[in-house]
């Protein structure tokens, strides 16, 4: 297929966050099928090959919608692609992939992870007085209740029952593409091992003491359940009969005083190891045991692809789209809900039995979850999408 793709997204920054990355990955992945790809974006670090910073020329972080749409119907007129793929909700496209789920899913999702009923009453209430979401809600309502419109390419079962839920979407517009990261990332041996020394030495451990290491990593601590967790923490160490002593690292840029008090308060504050924002998560997942995310809203979380794609048995909630992508009670265990501090405990203690992780570990191998969630599958499945819509097209 020797076509041009351009993708667009609002900002080309792989330090924002998973769904930047996501598309700079995507897009080195569909171009190894032959089309040559383009990044279109509003905001950016690059402007160089094919990464295109379209409002560089506008204050602030962000460029408004309008005039990102302006600019991007300007540039596409001038420049012809065969296939538009926008993580953004533009009518014009071909191809619209939510990475950030819904956004009517994701305010209520928020504001649920407040865990209080006033306070989430109020942030539901107050979620359209952030002008820029609102009218990107408005946007996708728009775009995804319509009959015709782009394929909506949905990063989970999870993504599709919101576009269901919320939009009264047709199902025949949904094209259900599971999620995918890099898989062959290496993990340079020394930087690891200095890693875990520091991990160990800062817990007052040593490789001869009996513990189990779980890997919480999220930047958003709140939306992602750190505070259950740590209360989770608290409740498995009364579960303990004879097995391995259980110790979290929780790493991303988050604030973390009231969470270090927390795990004060709750006697665990000597479990619990607060790395700060790491650069190297491949490293990191190769010294801990499990990965824990009991987050209350996720589409599909690259942490735990990525935990799954080192050989990690994960622990998350059925708010995680990555559920999936593995098995529950064979490669990890899934939560209900992420307000359930029993259930989360529960698979804490599961996994303080070695041969728990070391059964977790060797299913993965031996289903091969590795292929199923590598990004080169997400890319020969949208190819296929591709393929289909410029038959549609009259281009193929």
Same mark, same amino acid.
């Given at each position: 297929?020797?076509?041009?793709?351009?993708?667009?997204?609002?900002?080309?920054?792989?330090?924002?966050?998973?769904?930047?990355?996501?598309?700079?990955?995507?897009?080195?992945?569909?171009?190894?099928?032959?089309?040559?790809?383009?990044?279109?974006?509003?905001?950016?670090?690059?402007?160089?090959?094919?990464?295109?910073?379209?409002?560089?020329?506008?204050?602030?972080?962000?460029?408004?919608?309008?005039?990102?749409?302006?600019?991007?119907?300007?540039?596409?007129?001038?420049?012809?692609?065969?296939?538009?793929?926008?993580?953004?909700?533009?009518?014009?496209?071909?191809?619209?992939?939510?990475?950030?789920?819904?956004?009517?899913?994701?305010?209520?999702?928020?504001?649920?992870?407040?865990?209080?009923?006033?306070?989430?009453?109020?942030?539901?209430?107050?979620?359209?007085?952030?002008?820029?979401?609102?009218?990107?809600?408005?946007?996708?309502?728009?775009?995804?209740?319509?009959?015709?419109?782009?394929?909506?390419?949905?990063?989970?079962?999870?993504?599709?029952?919101?576009?269901?839920?919320?939009?009264?979407?047709?199902?025949?517009?949904?094209?259900?593409?599971?999620?995918?990261?890099?898989?062959?990332?290496?993990?340079?041996?020394?930087?690891?091992?200095?890693?875990?020394?520091?991990?160990?030495?800062?817990?007052?451990?040593?490789?001869?003491?009996?513990?189990?290491?779980?890997?919480?990593?999220?930047?958003?601590?709140?939306?992602? &359940?750190?505070?259950?967790?740590?209360?989770?923490?608290? *409740? $498995?160490?009364?579960?303990?009969? +004879? #097995? /391995?002593?259980? =110790? @979290?690292?929780?790493? &991303?840029?988050?604030?973390?005083?009231?969470?270090?008090? *927390? $795990?004060?308060?709750?006697?665990? +504050? #000597? /479990?619990?190891? =607060? @790395?700060?924002?790491?650069?190297?998560?491949?490293?990191?997942?190769?010294?801990?045991?499990?990965?824990?995310?009991?987050?209350?809203?996720?589409?599909?979380?690259?942490?735990?692809?990525?935990?799954?794609?080192?050989?990690?048995?994960?622990?998350?909630?059925?708010?995680?789209?990555?559920?999936?992508?593995?098995?529950?009670?064979?490669?990890?265990?899934?939560?209900?809900?992420?307000?359930?501090?029993?259930?989360?405990?529960?698979?804490?203690?599961?996994?303080?039995?070695?041969?728990?992780?070391?059964?977790?570990?060797?299913?993965?191998?031996?289903?091969?979850?590795?292929?199923?969630?590598?990004?080169?599958?997400?890319?020969?499945?949208?190819?296929?999408?591709?393929?289909?819509?410029?038959?549609?097209?009259?281009?193929?």
């Amino acid at each position: 297929m020797s076509k041009k793709i351009a993708i667009i997204i609002e900002r080309a920054d792989v330090g924002l966050g998973g769904a930047e990355r996501s598309v700079f990955e995507l897009a080195t992945a569909i171009s190894q099928f032959g089309p040559e790809v383009h990044i279109l974006a509003a905001k950016g670090r690059a402007d160089t090959g094919n990464v295109h910073i379209l409002c560089k020329n506008t204050l602030g972080k962000r460029a408004c919608f309008l005039t990102f749409t302006k600019a991007l119907k300007r540039y596409l007129s001038e420049d012809h692609h065969d296939i538009i793929h926008s993580v953004l909700p533009f009518e014009f496209a071909d191809v619209y992939q939510p990475r950030g789920g819904t956004y009517a899913e994701s305010i209520l999702r928020y504001a649920a992870s407040y865990q209080n009923r006033s306070v989430e009453c109020f942030k539901k209430f107050t979620a359209f007085a952030n002008y820029h979401r609102t009218i990107l809600l408005r946007a996708e309502r728009k775009l995804c209740q319509q009959p015709n419109g782009p394929v909506i390419a949905a990063l989970s079962q999870y993504v599709v029952d919101q576009l269901k839920q919320h939009y009264g979407t047709d199902a025949q517009r949904i094209a259900l593409i599971p999620n995918g990261i890099e898989t062959n990332i290496q993990v340079e041996p020394a930087a690891a091992n200095r890693l875990r020394t520091r991990i160990l030495t800062q817990l007052g451990l040593r490789e001869a003491n009996n513990f189990v290491l779980f890997l919480f990593a999220a930047n958003n601590f709140r939306l992602k &359940g750190l505070a259950v967790l740590i209360e989770a923490m608290h *409740l $498995a160490t009364t579960f303990h009969t +004879g #097995r /391995r002593d259980s =110790f @979290l690292i929780v790493a &991303g840029s988050g604030r973390t005083h009231k969470y270090q008090d *927390l $795990a004060n308060k709750l006697d665990v +504050g #000597r /479990r619990i190891m =607060f @790395l700060g924002p790491t650069s190297d998560i491949q490293a990191l997942l190769s010294v801990i045991d499990v990965a824990v995310l009991p987050t209350f809203y996720d589409p599909s979380s690259r942490f735990i692809l990525e935990a799954i794609a080192a050989g990690k048995p994960v622990i998350t909630t059925r708010f995680n789209g990555a559920t999936d992508l593995f098995t529950n009670g064979r490669h990890g265990r899934i939560i209900n809900a992420p307000e359930d501090v029993d259930a989360l405990a529960d698979a804490i203690s599961y996994f303080t039995n070695a041969e728990n992780i070391q059964k977790a570990s060797q299913a993965i191998a031996a289903d091969n979850l590795k292929e199923k969630i590598s990004i080169n599958r997400v890319a020969r499945q949208l190819m296929s999408v591709y393929e289909s819509i410029l038959q549609s097209k009259g281009l193929k």
